[in-house]
């Protein structure tokens, strides 16, 4: 909780920041390109705490993120040049992250994600189907209900200006969202199965999220859900990612 | 036009339509299975005009609607017991669509697109950042824009509760979308590159969403996303998904 309103003391325009999107131009991945010193590094943009932190978390699982630059920019200041600049040469919607190669960029969490497993070719599972499944059913549903939350809970409600059938609305489909995942984690440790993979840097943002938000009004229901959140908690790359505003390298 | 408001009358709760959801538990594709008789058919649940059709238009492209079973779903009447069991047994959201197998449910477009591209080996282009980029982009950002807008001018401009604000907001956004999506065709056939790929059935139908909407309001002004739209409207399987309600098998 702390971590989040210290972030949003003083901001607004959120729904650019928690945007998850992406973007690019023509290119070959270069696979198993690790550390080839002949190819440019990799710019990461970030802003910690915001989504980009499934990129940087997956960095570290991947024992990768000295092939990246990262770059933290404040796009909540969107009266900054630099804002403005990153909206121009790289993000349309000024959102975080973005991962810019020559003449590659992507601007969604949830592709940068896929890209960044797949050129590792680590931390996917065998099943695609399974990955593409909570990938898109996280970035594209869950994402989207959790920034409407987001937004009642930490600007809304604070100037008396929340819409209660928006958060009652919003919080039926977490709590469809959540259930599902309750199925899909039974006898499971991760989430497509007993193996870390790609899958749970984007999902475990969500649940992270979720505890951070009001008390963990949302998730505190789900025993579940927290302890699938303790799992990913207690991972090194986890802590190392959250431990501090700016990532330590 | 005609055939959005032929699906909208009497219809709320919109949101839960053209949604693009997800869900599945433990499998392995069958790679390169087609026409496999010791395989049950899977199950792709639809409804017409909604984002099922991107499913139904790539498995049209891949030549594989035979291998599914097709089942028409009326999720805008929540009451009924069809949509009631297919909650309970199929789908936590009531949505379309939805690609069952015995042990594997599918529940969001962009997962549903990729995992068919990806089990016949088809429509796939060889660059798969750019690929991630765009399927995620579109089902993230453009899906959820474009759901507000439709909301926004079909239901609420209707009965006087339309949201300026948010309908300013979401054409501003649509619009980024729109800029970024002129500058990723420049000298292109299809999204991905000269050859059409699963990302155009993805994005095909937002664009296709769009010229819908308002006699195209969104989309007017961008001819080269007018033209793109054209080309994939000349497509065949573009022509059999659309022309009738049930799609023709």
Chains 1, 2 share one sequence.
């Not at 489909?173 to 440790?189: D, H, I, P, Q, S």
């Not at 199965?193 to 938000?213: H, I, P, Q, R, T």
Request: glycine share 4%.
């Amino acid at each position: 909780m702390e971590q989040l309103q210290k972030f949003v003391s003083n901001k607004f325009t959120l729904t650019l920041c928690f945007g998850g999107i992406s973007a690019l131009t023509a290119f070959t991945i270069l696979r198993n390109k690790k550390g080839n010193n002949s190819q440019k590094k990799g710019k990461l943009y970030f802003h910690s705490v915001f989504r980009s932190n499934r990129c940087i978390w997956l960095l570290r699982e991947l024992n990768a993120v000295e092939d990246y630059e990262l770059i933290d920019v404040d796009v909540w200041d969107k009266t900054s040049n630099e804002s403005k600049s990153y909206t121009e040469t790289v993000h349309p919607h000024t959102t975080v992250p973005a991962l810019q190669y020559d003449d590659l960029t992507l601007l969604e969490s949830g592709a940068i994600c896929m890209h960044l497993a797949e050129k590792y070719h680590s931390l996917i599972p065998t099943d695609l189907g399974d990955l593409y499944n909570i990938m898109f059913y996280v970035c594209a549903t869950l994402d989207e209900v959790q920034e409407k939350l987001f937004v009642q809970f930490f600007f809304n409600e604070k100037n008396g200006t929340e819409d209660k059938n928006e958060i009652e609305h919003a919080t039926q489909k977490f709590n469809a969202c959540a259930k599902y995942l309750v199925t899909r984690l039974r006898g499971k440790e991760y989430i497509c199965g007993d193996k870390f993979s790609v899958a749970d840097c984007v999902l475990g943002y969500n649940m992270w999220w979720a505890s951070e938000m009001k008390e963990g009004i949302l998730i505190q229901k789900y025993p579940e859900l927290l302890s699938y959140l303790e799992r990913l908690k207690s991972r090194p790359a986890f802590q190392q990612t959250w431990k501090s505003s700016k990532p330590v390298m």
